[in-house]
């Protein structure tokens, strides 16, 4: 019997055989690697990792509970292999696999949350070694865009503060049942373990929303509530500019000085 499309979970079930290897090579699983793969849905690239990879642990998150039975039953008899129903967008990270001290994350993300589940992953990053996802084509486009682009923007500049970027190739919607409306891509996601030594995330993640939330506006007036024009000037930062124009370190050094800034004025007032 036919699995049925749950179309409330976003469901595209990948099953071109050469697309699925060439994701099994790119993930390439160590002995001593701890893998969650979020919706494995069938098990299209589950099984063939567990049949052609020794691995530490192995754990499937996935809330479609049909899809959980199914893979249950292929995968009866592998070790160290085991399902969880969950919803990964409210799923601690920390409270799995807690003896691994590194975890790597892989999986068919579903499109249509795909952003804010990267978002919540990377509250984890110190935890994850890395993230192999198959994605939207256009979210992993954005991911990976560099400034001075079309693409490039807030998903751009939070990625890549945290994150080592790389777009592997692209997935047709031919590889799928049902076929997506959308190009796919699998984008490859390296924490950079706090190379970039962000002071405060939510003070960061604030500027970078207001910067583009206004992209067409110079940064003088999107960032009006975090700098002033002698700010911009201690930056170094041309205020006539608009947000599509910095660097990710240009957005890390800005959050940083407000942060400081913020600080000294706390300081005064006690």
């Known amino acids: 019997m036919a699995h049925p499309i749950r179309k409330r979970f976003g469901q595209h079930f990948l099953t071109d055989q050469a697309i699925i290897q060439r994701i099994v090579a790119a993930v390439n699983i160590k002995a001593d690697d701890n893998i969650i793969e979020i919706g494995p849905g069938l098990?299209?690239?589950?099984?063939?990792?567990?049949?052609?990879?020794?691995f530490n642990r192995y754990l499937a998150l996935e809330i479609d509970r049909d899809a959980i039975?199914?893979?249950?039953?292929?995968?009866?008899?592998?070790e160290?292999?085991?399902?969880?129903?969950?919803?990964?967008?409210?799923?601690?990270?920390?409270?799995?696999?807690?003896?691994?001290?590194?975890?790597?994350?892989?999986?068919?993300?579903?499109?249509?949350?795909?952003?804010?589940?990267?978002?919540?992953?990377?509250?984890?990053q110190q935890r994850?070694?890395?993230?192999?996802?198959?994605?939207?084509?256009?979210?992993?486009?954005?991911?990976?865009?560099?400034?001075?682009?079309?693409?490039?923007?807030?998903?751009?500049?939070?990625?890549?503060?945290?994150?080592?970027?790389?777009?592997?190739?692209?997935v047709p919607p031919s590889a799928f049942?049902?076929?997506?409306?959308?190009?796919s891509a699998i984008v490859k996601l390296i924490p950079l373990n706090e190379k970039h030594k962000l002071k405060d995330s939510?003070?960061?993640?604030?500027?970078?929303?207001?910067?583009?939330?206004?992209?067409?506006?110079t940064i003088r007036n999107s960032m009006r509530?975090?700098?002033?024009?002698?700010?911009f000037s201690n930056l170094e930062l041309d205020s006539k500019a608009r947000a599509e124009n910095l660097s990710v370190e240009d957005f890390i050094k800005a959050a940083n000085y407000v942060y400081h800034?913020?600080?000294?004025?706390?300081?005064?007032q006690t």
């Open 69 to 78: 039975q199914s893979l249950t039953q292929s995968t009866i008899g592998i």
């Open 225 to 231: 509530n975090f700098l002033d024009q002698d700010d």
């Open 80 to 124: 160290n292999f085991s399902i969880q129903e969950a919803d990964a967008l409210k799923t601690d990270f920390l409270e799995l696999l807690k003896s691994a001290s590194k975890i790597r994350v892989i999986g068919n993300l579903p499109y249509n949350i795909s952003t804010p589940l990267i978002f919540h992953l990377l509250k984890y």
């Open 177 to 183: 049942n049902p076929p997506p409306k959308v190009d």
């Open 202 to 217: 939510i003070i960061f993640a604030n500027l970078v929303r207001e910067a583009f939330g206004q992209r067409r506006k």
């Open 128 to 170: 994850i070694r890395d993230m192999v996802f198959m994605l939207q084509k256009e979210v992993v486009v954005r991911m990976c865009a560099m400034p001075n682009s079309k693409t490039y923007g807030r998903l751009s500049v939070m990625v890549q503060a945290h994150c080592q970027a790389e777009n592997l190739f692209e």
């Open 43 to 54: 098990g299209a690239m589950t099984i063939p990792l567990l049949n052609n990879y020794a």
């Open 261 to 268: 800034k913020q600080t000294q004025n706390q300081s005064c």
